[in-house]
């Protein structure tokens, strides 16, 4: 990500971001596992929805201050777009700005190819 954007405002209503870590048993073997949490009111969820679509239908090659290699992303924060005790989210964009490339870390599903 090229740069923290902080614009404010995105979300209203009430919108909780956290991770809960897991542990399942069977047969005595322990799972560990986390799993993201995003609950919020109608307004909140609503909200959260616009920000994500607005983010999915941006060209970001229209973007002059996004350079290319770049994603388009928000970052939620604490206190802020979100509850007091969420953790900061970073919502954003995989493909990156002129080359339609996904970052290095990522592992497609279902054996589909990533750009």
Do not use: W
């Not at 992303?73 to 490339?101: C, F, M, Q, W």
């Amino acid at each position: 990500m090229a740069r923290k954007k902080l614009y404010g405002g995105e979300i209203t209503g009430h919108l909780d971001i956290f991770i809960a870590d897991n542990e399942d048993e069977f047969e005595g073997e322990i799972t560990k596992r986390q799993e993201v949490l995003i609950h919020g009111d109608p307004e909140g969820l609503r909200s959260f929805a616009k920000l994500l679509m607005k983010i999915a239908n941006l060209n970001q090659e229209n973007r002059t201050d996004l350079p290319v290699g770049a994603r388009e992303h928000y970052h939620l924060r604490p206190n802020l777009e979100l509850s007091k005790n969420s953790v900061e989210a970073i919502v954003g964009r995989i493909d990156a700005k002129g080359t339609g490339r996904f970052y290095d870390r990522y592992i497609a599903k279902n054996n589909k190819k990533c750009p």
